[in-house]
């Protein structure tokens, strides 16, 4: 039996909304004779099915065998895709690319000024729109067609056209080096996280100072300036400077407000800026909370208006980005109980995306989720989570924190008084660090303070928890040992054990302190 996750046409079905299941059958009724609709059956058959199952769609269409499977679902496929690019091709850039193809039938049935009448139009939609690699291509499909006919080449044609495409050519060339400096910053970050030492530092300032692009900032159209401002904004988050990462998020924000079309146009992308506005905002501080909100209400808006209209994609990284900050604004507030209630509903909303979740979102929504429960006291829900953590297959995506999971896990433990389970744990925890060379002062003080707590009286156990606040305030002020502090607030644990009350308290405490 195949996978429904490996199946793509099973796949592209589950994503099907009832209109666009409404409009396949409709195309594809139009569009092919009845003995040629084997294809609209296994569509069906598949549409019903919950989970992939080839045995059980064979019987359901006798009329294909095993061997036709294949090649119907194949055929299938297609007639999917052409169904829902017919659907959407009202989208822009489907827009420009239909109007190219339509020039070309002109060109080759030999009517070459209808074929020049679109690319006109289509050339000043694509320059509206910022679709530079399009432009280009209307452009060389432009001086094709003059310099093998005798059209409109007279005067200043000739010279104008390749003006125009070497410009468009050097600004291809300034987005493409801006949006690969881009993509390898992310790429990093995803792998390594935040800085851990000055040599780590050292390392990336090295490294982003020497590869970034030489550009003329007055040259760069939109895309090149949203791809600078990602560079710049991967780069303070991993170097943890989240007041520059605020900043440039922020830019990023703006580009896409002072110019409202192109919201329209890459909805995705603007999610993604407010995202990391909220994300650096989260880092900065409870002091910068109203902003927080402010960010936050702007996203809920956001989706609030476009819902119903956002294509599966946008759909998806609306859940991600829109609840994954309300995660944080419970983090910043302290209100673990409230975020807690509302656990089950993500839970449900991943599953429905299940297919489409990449294995980086679940990990950082199981360590927000932990978080939430540990805030809250409810250490035994938290070890679930981290479990899961703990099992994944690829350790080494998001590294940072497969690590800060193993340091919650020891300290869940701890609250639940599993000293027998401690001492193992302990150890695994050492060796996972040592092979991961991930081994801070904040580590080495929690791991020693753990292994010394099992049979210490009360009264000695709040010397060495206070005894350890001190040591751990020192360090926070280390500039390269604030990263485990970003994941595990240890000090509002450890001020809620001396004190007496819960970590919630302690946090809400410190928040109202901040907002007074």
């Known amino acids: 039996m195949a996978n429904s996750k490996k199946d793509g046409t099973f796949q592209l079905i589950k994503t099907l909304t009832k209109a666009e299941k409404r409009n396949f059958r409709l195309y594809a009724k139009h569009r092919h004779t009845s003995g040629d609709l084997k294809f609209v059956q296994l569509f069906d058959a598949m549409d019903k099915l919950k989970d992939y199952n080839e045995e059980l769609i064979l019987k359901k269409v006798p009329s294909i065998s095993k061997g036709q499977l294949s090649n119907q679902k194949a055929h299938l496929y297609k007639v999917l895709l052409s169904s829902l690019r017919n659907l959407n091709k009202d989208n822009s850039d489907i827009q420009v690319r239909e109007n190219i193809d339509y020039a070309r039938l002109l060109y080759n049935k030999g009517l070459y000024m209808q074929s020049l009448k679109i690319l006109d139009k289509t050339k000043v939609l694509a320059k509206k729109l910022y679709f530079t690699t399009l432009h280009l291509e209307v452009v060389e499909f432009e001086k094709e067609i003059e310099s093998r006919y005798i059209t409109r080449s007279i005067g200043t044609r000739a010279e104008n056209l390749s003006s125009e495409s070497c410009e468009l050519v050097r600004e291809i060339s300034s987005s493409n080096q801006l949006s690969n400096f881009a993509l390898i910053l992310y790429d990093k970050y995803l792998k390594e996280g935040f800085v ?306 819960t970590v919630e308290q302690v946090i809400r405490e410190k928040f109202q302190s901040i907002r007074k």
């Open 196 to 501: 851990k030492s000055e040599s780590d530092y050292e390392r990336m300032h090295d490294f982003f100072t020497k590869n970034l692009p030489i550009f003329n900032f007055e040259n760069l159209d939109f895309f090149s300036r949203l791809y600078l401002y990602q560079s710049h904004v991967w780069y303070y988050l991993i170097v943890q400077d989240f007041k520059m990462c605020f900043k440039y998020a922020q830019k990023w924000v703006y580009l896409f407000e002072q110019s409202p079309n192109m919201i329209d146009i890459d909805p995705d992308m603007y999610l993604k800026g407010l995202h990391n506005l909220l994300n650096a905002l989260h880092h900065v501080g409870a002091e910068h909370h109203p902003r927080f909100l402010d960010a936050l209400t702007k996203m809920e808006d956001f989706n609030e208006k476009r819902k119903g209209n956002l294509n599966e994609n946008s759909e998806l990284l609306s859940f991600l980005y829109l609840e994954g900050n309300r995660i944080n604004n419970f983090f910043m507030t302290g209100e673990f109980t409230k975020g807690i209630d509302m656990i089950p509903y993500w839970e449900e909303r991943m599953t429905y995306f299940a297919d489409r979740l990449d294995p980086y979102r679940i990990l950082v929504f199981y360590y927000k989720f932990a978080s939430l429960l540990f805030g809250a006291g409810r250490n035994k829900d938290a070890i679930r989570f981290l479990n899961k953590i703990m099992s994944f297959g690829d350790q080494k995506l998001r590294e940072d924190i497969h690590v800060y999971s193993r340091m919650l896990m020891l300290i869940s433990h701890f609250e639940l008084g599993n000293d027998d389970l401690l001492e193992y744990q302990i150890k695994s925890v050492y060796r996972y660090l040592a092979k991961t060379k991930d081994m801070g002062e904040v580590h080495k003080e929690i791991l020693q303070f753990l292994r010394s707590t099992p049979g210490m009286t009360k009264r000695d156990m709040k010397i060495e928890f206070e005894k350890l606040l001190v040591k751990l305030k020192v360090i926070r002020n280390h500039p390269y040992d604030k990263r485990p502090f970003l994941y595990l607030d240890i000090i509002s644990w450890l001020e809620s054990r001396i004190e007496g009350i």
